[in-house]
């Protein structure tokens, strides 16, 4: 299916004069030059080498003892959240987590970022991870979910606790908001914003009775912040840190009806994932329009949808995709009117548009980030970027000309000399790993505590299971991650990639 805004060629931001190649021709004095970049007279080649060089600086390996270190955070967090589960029994006692490489920074998921803390990888964390927990689950329907969407833009939804049992509703009286009607009747709507205070209140407890009695090997918790509605705790393990965003979430098995029509379009996943796979599910996250009430609006994520579509999507494309988010987040922070989520729907609204056979080209990363900066472009100049999934939901609905021509203007100059962007961009990434190793070095100096130390005999953990993750971690690059978790059992790894258990 085309994108409604983004039809035709991948040049469609020609509006703006941008043609984004040419190919390989005879000069005129006879011979072949090289492939440039009709707007910059950038080489291709060129751009691919820089675009090559970012995703090595980009993607880090890790080695046994980091791999331990991440497993032993993972751990820590689900031994937390089966603690809060325990403090009032809200949580569900038998809950399915997702979790996803990348924080909400990230555009992993679809927030708005004004409301958060600025994080940067070097300085403040080495990896970072959004975990969405459900608060509520409503598992038992085979058939597409109607949400009440009469209050709400496009694209979210008011949640009424009809849905569920009269001990569910007893349980979550004190996180709603309450209408009552002219009949008698009373109805409890899930509140996003009372949600995540008793959230952050109940983890802020639950690590502060932990920090109370420290276990050596234990992470150290350096931040525990609530940012909007997303809790974000920031773990030392080693000389490791490491930022999860824990955002609240509602679950549900099935599609909304809202999005159904989008089952009828043909897309570039079809042959190579079943549709079971696709739409298994949806959430609803903690986060509003534009002019929605805060207090009572959820928006419709598709996150685990997309942990399935990226399986179809080409490695040179995806290298290209975080180049370009990589550049897009530092130009374009302030105001923050673009998410790096706008562009993961700008990407896979052009893997519906543009042939499979030319989408999976080695060479033609370049080709990828040029389009994409052309398709942010169109979008910020027509203020329409259509959600992949709800394609009648416009993203960008919001924003005044003013802002939409700023960003833009921005993007111009990118589009100008992209070599130059990328280049500050692979300076940043070795900025920020040399922090990492400087940290770890000062921490390895100082002597401080690691999984590896906390004790011998049987609590030493099997030098097969750091061989295992390593695997795991350097065999899957930038893939999610589900987990089953009881909380009564936090003893044994639990990772799921794709429908693999490890």
């Known amino acids: ?49 820089l675009i090559q060089e970012f995703s090595k600086h980009d993607q880090r390996e ?15 967090i689900f031994s937390m959240l089966g603690m809060v589960q325990k403090l009032d029994q809200k949580l569900p006692v038998a809950n399915e987590y997702l979790l996803l490489s990348g924080g909400v920074r990230e555009g992993v998921v679809d927030m708005d970022l004004d409301e958060l803390s600025v994080y940067a990888r070097g300085t403040d964390y080495d990896m970072d991870f959004t975990l969405l927990v459900p608060a509520l689950k409503l598992h038992d329907r085979n058939q597409p979910v109607t949400l009440d969407m009469r209050h709400s833009a496009l694209g979210h939804s008011w949640l009424s606790l009809r849905l569920f049992d009269e001990g569910t509703i007893n349980k979550w009286k004190d996180c709603c908001t309450i209408v009552d009607h002219i009949n008698g009747t009373t109805n409890y709507f899930f ?36 940012n909007g509605t997303i809790i974000s705790v920031i773990l030392g393990v080693g000389s490791s840190r490491m930022l999860y965003d824990i955002v609240p979430v509602v679950s549900f098995k099935g599609w909304p009806a809202v999005a159904q029509s989008w089952l009828m379009e043909n897309h570039f996943w079809d042959g190579k994932i079943t549709e079971e796979e696709v739409i298994s599910g949806f959430y609803l996250v903690p986060a509003c329009s534009f002019k929605g009430r805060k207090e009572n609006e959820w928006r419709l994520s598709f996150a685990r949808s997309e942990v399935q579509l990226k399986k179809c999507i080409s490695s040179s494309l995806m290298q290209a995709y975080q180049a370009c988010k990589a550049i897009i987040i530092k130009l374009l922070s302030r105001p923050k009117a673009i998410s790096p989520y706008h562009l993961r729907s700008i ?51 919001h924003l005044s000309d003013e802002t939409a021509m700023l960003h833009a203007r921005k993007l111009c100059s990118v589009r100008s000399d992209p070599a130059e962007h990328l280049r500050t961009t692979i300076e940043h990434a070795k900025a920020a790993n040399r922090l990492t190793v400087e940290l770890q070095w000062r921490g390895s100096s100082n002597n401080l505590p690691s999984p590896q130390s906390d004790a011998s005999g049987e609590n030493q953990p099997d030098d097969r299971l750091a061989k295992k993750l390593q695997q795991l971690v350097t065999e899957n690059p930038g893939k999610s991650i589900s987990v089953f978790i009881n909380p009564d059992d936090v003893t044994r790894p639990h990772f799921r990639i794709d429908d693999k258990f490890f």
Request: aromatic fraction near 8%; include cysteine; charge should be negative.
């Open 191 to 226: 509140s996003p914003t009372l949600v995540a205070d008793w959230f952050y209140q109940s983890i802020s407890l639950v690590l502060l009775e932990v920090q109370k009695k420290p276990q050596r090997g234990m992470p150290r918790v350096e931040k525990v912040e609530r």
């Open 62 to 76: 890790y080695d046994d003892q980091r791999a331990l270190e991440i497993h032993t955070a993972k751990d820590f």
């Open 347 to 397: 990407m896979l609204w052009a893997c519906d548009r543009l042939p499979a056979n030319y989408l999976v080209q080695d060479d033609f990363s370049a080709h990828f980030l040029l389009g994409l900066i052309d398709d942010l472009q169109h979008c910020l100049v027509n203020k329409m970027c259509p959600n992949y999934f709800i394609p009648q939901c416009n993203m960008l609905e």
């Open 1 to 49: 299916m085309a994108a409604p805004a983004l039809s035709g060629r991948t040049g469609s931001a020609g509006s703006l004069g941008n043609s984004p190649t040419i190919a390989a021709g005879r000069l005129p004095h006879g011979g072949v030059g090289p492939e440039l970049d009709f707007r910059s007279a950038a080489r291709m080649e060129d751009l691919n080498r």
